[in-house]
């Protein structure tokens, strides 16, 4: 697990994932030629309140993955 800490509105976050996570989201970054932070409080606008922004992360990539391996 790997922790990086993140501004994200008007607070400072704490995102602990796993490696491969956040290799996922670096390689997004990069195809969409956006910053992690710019992703996390991209994901982060669109959680619901009280859910979990690492919940919602993982899926923003697994979703990512999906989207790549339908040639999307």
Known sequence: MQTRRFRVGDRDVTVRL???MWKV???MCRRERRTLHEIVN???AQQTK???LVSGL?????AHLAARRSGG
């Open 18 to 20: 796993e490696a491969v």
């Open 25 to 27: 989201l670096e390689e």
């Open 42 to 44: 991209l994901v982060a």
């Open 50 to 52: 009280g859910t979990s």
């Open 58 to 62: 993982r899926v923003f990539a697994a």
